[in-house]
């Protein structure tokens, strides 16, 4: 088991290891759940573009930039009652 201590700032400095283990660096985020008298702590990773590559289907419908432009506009003509 790894310990911490917190400070009289309600500062907590998490061990090497603990970081190492997790990939913390400065800025990761840390959520507290508190449950009952249960504290849950879980670190909040955010993905890089890379790992977030592939994680949305590919449906097999290839749109250019202007189709999504004119797709766009139409929507909100007819949205506007200008169809």
Not at 4 to 12: E, F, I, P
Not at 33 to 62: C, R, W
């Amino acid at each position: 088991m790894t310990v911490a201590t917190l400070t009289s700032k309600g500062q907590v400095t998490i061990p090497a290891s603990v970081r190492e283990k997790c990939g913390l660096k400065a800025g990761s985020r840390i959520d507290f759940v508190v449950q009952s008298d249960d504290v849950i702590v879980m670190y909040t990773k955010i993905p890089t573009l890379a790992e977030l590559y592939g994680s949305i289907p590919n449906n097999g419908i290839h749109a250019t930039i202007e189709e999504m432009d004119d797709a766009i506009g139409d929507a909100i003509a007819e949205e506007m009652g200008l169809l």
